[in-house]
Every structure is written in structure tokens, then in C-alpha cells.
């Protein structure tokens, strides 16, 4: 299986902010990734997909990079609006894994 | 507007059975994967299991596999995850999802979570 593994589990951060989370594979995904953001009680949303694609509706200020092993979610100013968990998803091979999230609060 | 719509949760003993249902609207459901994903109370999200497009290829997480059936009724354009043998770490929000493309590849749409509690 495939190993997902997100850095920081949690960050603070204030509005204006930038923000990054890096997501590592045990191995090669190409760009086999996706970014979720989910706010309490409520279903993930699609950020971005083929680990660089933004997701049609979703706001520039979020972009994401990489390949391989290494991937990278940047929020380039951060907005009230962003504090939620976000995760990562492989779907290069089954079973599909997420990182175990990172969680963005308010300084 | 593409809608998925989770139902059938509830409360079950260990052991018990129960039948989710994911009804989907708004795109040609027929022409997509589909997946459930569940997330235990305050923890992260877990893929459960994904059905290709015709029904005919299934995959499921080892922790479900042999007590879990996926399926889907591309005429009524829903999907199933019929779920037995139900244990206590088997409670959580459980979501469908919708596949990019015919093939596993990220989701772009989730139903909004049924719950589903195990416990006696």
C-alpha cells in the first residue's frame, strides 16, 4: 500500500498569510494526487487534482505542485474562509490513501 | 447541478447489516467511478471501496473486504454498499463520491455523509 504523509498535522496561521503543506508518498505516484478541503460537519471538497490542476470554482490564491514522492498545497494569502483540514489523496494504485490531514487554525 | 444524495444510515448492532444508498443526479452517472469514503468521529478520511463505471470491477480496503459489497444500478442511477458482519470500528460518516473520469481518479463531487453507529 501506499503511504501518505503530511507535514505540519496542524499550523496557525493569521489572515494574509501564506501557508504550505507538503504531502510525501512511500513511492513514485507520478502526479497522481488530489487536495481536499473539509470544514467541520461538512463533505471534502476538491481543490486541486493531478497534483497541480485547480479544480474549476476553487480561488487562485490556491495552487499546488509536484510529482513523484513530493507534492506541495500552497495557500498564497490566506482568508477567513481557509481554516479547515485539508488532505491529500493518491490515486495512482489501489487502495486509494489519504494523508492524515493538516489542520489550518487562526493565530 | 450534479447532486449525490447518501441514505440508509443508522444505528445497528455489532454484527448487523445495513444497505447505504447514494442517489445521483445531474450527470451521466453510468459513465463514472464511483467510491465511499467514511471518516470515524474526529478522525481523517478512509477510502472504503470504488466500482468502475459498468459495475464490473470492484476494489475495497482490506479492512472491509469479505463483509462489504459495492454495486450500483446504472439504470436507477444509484449506488450501493451493502455492509455486514458490522463492527464498532466500522462507525463513522460515510460518503459516495464521484470519480474525474471512468477510471479511479480523484472525486470531484461527495454526497453529504450518512452516519453510520455500530454498537449494542
Known amino acids: 500500500d501506499i503511504q501518505m504523509t503530511q507535514s505540519p498535522s496542524s499550523v496557525s496561521a493569521s489572515v494574509g498569510d501564506r501557508v504550505t503543506i507538503t504531502c510525501r508518498a512511500s513511492?513514485?505516484?507520478?502526479?497522481?494526487l488530489a487536495w481536499y478541503q473539509q470544514k467541520p460537519g461538512k463533505a471534502p471538497k476538491v481543490l486541486i487534482y493531478?497534483?497541480?490542476s485547480l479544480q474549476s470554482g476553487v480561488p487562485s490564491r490556491f495552487s499546488g505542485s509536484g510529482s513523484g514522492t513530493d507534492f506541495t498545497l500552497t495557500i498564497s494569502s490566506l482568508q477567513p474562509a481557509d481554516f479547515a483540514t485539508y488532505y491529500c489523496q493518491q490515486t495512482y494504485s489501489f487502495p486509494l490513501t489519504f494523508g492524515g490531514g493538516t489542520k489550518v487554525e487562526i493565530k | 447541478e450534479v447532486q449525490l444524495v447518501d441514505s440508509g444510515g443508522g444505528l445497528v448492532q455489532p454484527g448487523g447489516s445495513l444497505r447505504l444508498s447514494c442517489a445521483a443526479s445531474g450527470f451521466t452517472f453510468s459513465s463514472y467511478a464511483m467510491s465511499w469514503v467514511r471518516q470515524a468521529p474526529g478522525k481523517g478520511l478512509e477510502w472504503v471501496s470504488c466500482i468502475s463505471d459498468s459495475g464490473g470491477t470492484t476494489y475495497y480496503a482490506d479492512s472491509v473486504k469479505g463483509r462489504f459489497t459495492i454495486s450500483r444500478d446504472n439504470s436507477k442511477n444509484t449506488l450501493y454498499l451493502q455492509m455486514n458482519s458490522l463492527r464498532a470500528e466500522d462507525t463513522a460518516v460515510y460518503y459516495c463520491?464521484?470519480?474525474?473520469?471512468?477510471?479511479?481518479?480523484?472525486?470531484?463531487?461527495w454526497g453529504q455523509g450518512i452516519l453510520v453507529a455500530v454498537s449494542s
Open positions: 513511492q513514485g505516484i507520478s502526479n497522481w
Open positions: 463520491a464521484k470519480h474525474r473520469g471512468s477510471s479511479a481518479t480523484s472525486y470531484d463531487y
Open positions: 493531478a497534483a497541480s
